[in-house]
């Protein structure tokens, strides 16, 4: 039986669809891991959130703060006619609910941040996301990713952040962790939700992750309280040693 450390959960949360607004990241502020982009893609972001090129091949630490969001995998038009006041619609606009959160870990961290991006983006609207994401969970789909880490060996302790899409993970961050051995890792995740809670996200990464690997305590942030959600991710954080 896998191994679990689980701990008491923080602010129930996780997100039946995508990620919410907040500072953005530049280029140099952006993914540190070494990458390496996917031989075909037909995605081009015009976001300066995840230039993820060879260039950016320093690798300061031992923990890798990787995340799934909504908002960077996905291409609004005319960014005027999103309503930021709409929890259905606020979030498609970068750096997305996990991105956010992403960042903090970092801040206390010191870890490489790497954002899971798929090479066919998902619509900006949100009705569509929802009924894409349904037909991928049913397919149990493994939607093509646009990047690699290359040194993933290089990392001991990997944070993983997503939505709750449909009561469990999207099917890329499947992709993602069944691209490298885990072995002997430590996994941390992060989670963002609507009402749907943690639900069975933490279950079915521990499907996809070796017996060796270790899952620490997660933490469930509810889509409407990301904006005001650092303290409970503070305190999280403090929970597990940093």
């Not at 990392?155 to 962790?177: C, E, K, Q, R």
């Not at 904006?227 to 940093?242: I, P, Q």
Request: hydrophobic residues 40%; negative net charge.
């Amino acid at each position: 039986m896998k191994r679990y450390i689980l701990s008491v959960l923080f602010a129930a949360v996780c997100l039946a669809a995508c990620g919410t607004g907040g500072q953005a990241y530049t280029a140099e502020q952006s993914p540190t891991a070494e990458i390496n982009e996917a031989e075909s893609t037909n995605f081009e972001k015009e976001t300066l959130l995840t230039e993820q090129t060879e260039e950016n091949t320093a690798k300061s630490t031992n923990t890798l703060i990787a995340y799934f969001t909504w908002a960077e995998n996905t291409y609004v038009e005319d960014e005027s006619k999103i309503d930021v006041d709409a929890t259905t619609s606020a979030s498609v606009l970068p750096p997305g609910n996990a991105a956010k959160i992403a960042g903090w870990i970092k801040e206390r961290t010191g870890g490489d941040l790497f954002s899971i991006i798929v090479t066919e983006p998902y619509s900006s609207n949100y009705d569509e996301c929802l009924e894409r994401a349904a037909d991928e969970k049913a397919e149990n789909a493994r939607p093509e990713l646009l990047y690699t880490v290359k040194n993933m060996d290089d990392y001991d302790i990997v944070f993983l952040g997503f939505p709750n899409w449909w009561y469990t993970i999207p099917m890329a961050v499947h992709s993602f962790i069944e691209a490298y051995d885990f072995s002997d890792k430590t996994v941390i995740p992060f989670v963002t939700h609507g009402t749907g809670g943690l639900a069975e996200t933490i279950e079915d990464i521990a499907e996809d992750l070796p017996e060796s690997a270790v899952i620490l305590e997660p933490i469930g942030v509810y889509r409407p309280e990301v904006d005001n959600s650092k303290s409970a991710v503070d305190k999280w954080l403090d929970e597990l040693g940093y």
